[in-house]
């Protein structure tokens, strides 16, 4: 069975600074890696997707996204982190074209002044 | 377009009552969803209905019905309510390409008491 670990529950960081939040998954076929956000109280959003080619995936709000297969990471970037990014992170893993999209437990970012 | 549609967006329940969660798609997609969120737990998948007239088990179907009404319509009914159901619910609905996304419902937050 596929799983997806989010190895970090909780990023504190400041205003401006850099920020990497890491997802590992564990699936010996093809996949499909997903970063969802979620604002308070709101549903979940796509951040970005990767499906197949290019390894390094930008989305939105300037975030991007490292496939790494060797190492079964997703990670997701972004240099320079505002206020508005606060919120929680959800990587997913969807197996192949068919299967059912299983979600980490999140990371939730908090940014400082 | 509103895309997923969730009803009600609150409830309060006492142990034992019963309650259907409405869900409704505007997008044409064969596919819906229902998860719950819990804190630390992430999104976990409770039924999934893949076409009109299927639908399977998820990862925790425990307590719960579910109804496709029509392809526009995915219905989640708690038949008698137990404090382990209080989460916050969302429906979703994924493009019929391989690689699309999720499109989430803005959640209905549940409370047993």
């Known amino acids: 069975a596929q799983s997806v670990t989010q190895l970090d529950s909780q990023v504190p960081v400041f205003e401006e600074a850099p920020v990497e939040l890491r997802c590992n998954y564990s699936?010996?076929?093809?996949?499909?890696l997903f970063w969802y956000v979620q604002y308070p109280n709101q549903g979940l959003q796509l951040l970005l997707k990767?499906?197949?080619?290019?390894?390094l995936v930008k989305g939105i709000n300037g975030f991007e996204a490292e496939f790494n297969k060797s190492q079964t990471s997703f990670h997701l970037r972004k240099p320079s982190v505002h206020i508005s990014d606060t919120a929680e992170y959800f990587c997913a893993v969807k197996r192949g074209s068919q299967g059912n999209l299983i979600f980490g437990k999140g990371t939730k970012l908090s940014v400082k002044p | 377009n509103a895309g997923v549609t969730q009803t009600p967006k609150f409830q309060v329940l006492k142990t034992g009552q019963s309650m259907t969660l409405q869900c409704a798609q505007d997008?044409?997609?064969?596919?819906m969803y229902w998860y719950r969120q819990d804190p630390g737990m992430g999104l976990r998948l409770i039924y999934y209905?893949?076409?009109?007239?299927?639908?399977d088990k998820g990862e925790v179907p425990n307590g719960y019905n579910v109804s496709r009404l029509n392809k526009r319509e995915f219905s989640l009914r708690l038949e008698s309510a137990a404090p382990s159901q209080t989460s916050v619910y969302f429906c979703?609905?994924?493009?019929?390409?391989?690689?699309?996304?999720?499109?989430f419902g803005n959640g209905t937050r549940l409370t047993v008491t």
């Open positions: 979703a609905s994924p493009g019929e390409v391989g690689g699309s996304p999720l499109h």
């Open positions: 997008m044409n997609h064969n596919s």
């Open positions: 209905s893949a076409s009109e007239g299927t639908t």
């Open positions: 990767y499906l197949s080619g290019s390894t």
């Open positions: 699936s010996s076929v093809s996949v499909y």
